[in-house]
């Protein structure tokens, strides 16, 4: 299990762009449909106040990003 958790969409290409991101610099996260995972849909939108809106990408502090762009990503990976 990694620490990082990217939940989000095949069809979506703002997590499909998040997941090369991060596979690009080598960092292990663990992926997780929420189209087809239930729980994983509920707790997102839990962190979004009812919304679903992805890539939802959270570390184990609590800690989470939505929808963030290459730059923001970057900069929470080198906090």
Known sequence: MSDLTVYGAG???DVER???LL???GIEYDYIDV???TT???TVRALQNGE?????IVWPD???LVE???HELTTHLNR
């Open 52 to 56: 679903r809106r992805i890539p939802t």
């Open 11 to 13: 069809w979506c290409p």
């Open 62 to 64: 609590g800690t989470h």
């Open 18 to 20: 998040s997941r090369a």
């Open 68 to 70: 963030p762009s290459d």
């Open 35 to 37: 189209e087809a995972n």
């Open 40 to 42: 994983a849909e509920k």
């Open 23 to 25: 596979d690009a610099k």
